[in-house]
């Protein structure tokens, strides 16, 4: 793969809408969503969703929401330390604490959940993602109950582009959703901050695909690109306030028998600003017994066209999707 620094140019970063790789915009209220989302995905692994009905007030509350925690003292953010909440893994990560290639991440975060209380049986028995919010919520009160709609909300748009997506592979509307039991997926939020990169080797996050099914995120600029293996370019992300972007993981990918590729990715920030987003991570229940999914012929036999197949077994070797067979909880403890 180029490295992206060598493919930098003054427009990277400033989410130029006349660059001629760039992510593409699916307009969910339209009849042809379905097509265009899966296009889309078999191209860049990823899009760039409008009309998807979460509230545009509902994305912003929660931007300046986030804004306003990462502003706050460290003691006070350091108090909801991840450490504290084990496996359910809520709670702030200061700067340079995460790291997906190795290298100085700048990002800082708070990852957050849906409530489970105390007695949800997954709580219960130590289940990885289950367990308590630590919100700060005396000094920013308002933090819970934004992040609590916006994971709802956004959770809905997950089981939405699921449908959207059965369709586009020509299958039973609901075929996704059941496959991976989307009535009870797991989630997790993570709201982050990006300082302005100020030299162009330093990322916010560093280039990495992401574990899941999807990931659907909000933001409030530009920054996010993703890696396009068969052109050998990245695409930049356009920033429209109000939209949504999603991209395939890792499980997707593999369970599309790699149609769909789960595509590298990184933030750098090389405005003069903050960038703040909230990207929600959408996977399947836990009880999912994960399969490869079924294609209509076409599809299968485009996926086994030997070229692409080979493209594929290289992106799923030495992730945990490479042996796909078991319950998604296998999954996670598998090297990923
Ligand atoms: O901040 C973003 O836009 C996305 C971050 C990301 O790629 C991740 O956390 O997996
Ligand atoms: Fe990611």
Not at 20 to 27: A, G, T
Not at 203 to 214: A, M, S, V
């Amino acid at each position: 793969m180029l490295d992206f620094l060598s493919t930098i140019g003054p427009e990277l970063g400033a989410g130029d809408l006349s660059s001629p790789y760039r992510i593409p915009i699916v307009d969910l209220s339209l009849p042809d969503a379905p097509s265009r989302l899966v296009t889309a995905c078999r191209t860049w692994g990823s899009f760039v969703a409008i009309n998807g009905g979460v509230p545009t007030s509902y994305q912003s509350d929660l931007l300046s929401l986030a804004r306003a925690f990462f502003s706050l003292d460290n003691a006070t953010k350091r108090t909801l330390d991840v450490g504290q909440s084990g496996v359910a893994w809520r709670g702030y990560v200061p700067p340079g604490v995460e790291s997906m290639d190795g290298k100085m991440e700048l990002k800082e975060g708070l990852y957050v959940g849906p409530e489970h209380g105390p007695e949800h049986p997954r709580v219960k028995a130590s289940t990885p993602f289950y367990g308590p919010n630590q919100f700060p919520d005396t000094t920013l009160p308002g933090l819970r109950p934004a992040a609590l709609n916006y994971i709802e909300a956004v959770t809905d748009l997950g089981g939405r582009f699921m449908d959207l997506l059965s369709i586009g592979l020509g299958l039973p509307t609901q075929t996704l959703r059941e496959a991976f039991k989307h009535d009870d997926p797991v989630t997790l939020l993570g709201l982050f901050s990006y300082p302005p990169a100020r030299k162009v080797t330093k990322t916010g996050t560093g280039e990495h695909t992401d574990y899941g099914l999807w990931t659907i995120i909000s933001a409030d600029a530009s920054g996010m690109a993703y890696w396009n293996e068969e052109v050998g370019v990245w695409g930049e992300v356009p920033h429209i306030p109000g939209s949504i972007i999603c991209n395939v993981g890792d499980l997707l990918d593999r369970a599309t028998h790699g149609l769909l590729p789960s595509p590298p990715h990184r933030v750098l920030n090389l405005s003069p600003h903050t960038r703040i987003a909230i990207p929600l991570f959408f996977d399947p229940s836990w009880s999912t017994e994960v399969t490869p999914l079924p294609l209509p012929p076409s599809l299968l036999g485009e996926a086994a066209d030997p070229k692409r197949r080979a493209a594929a077994e290289k992106r799923w070797a030495g992730t945990s999707v490479g042996e796909m067979k078991g319950k998604y909880a296998a999954f996670l403890t598998r090297n990923g």
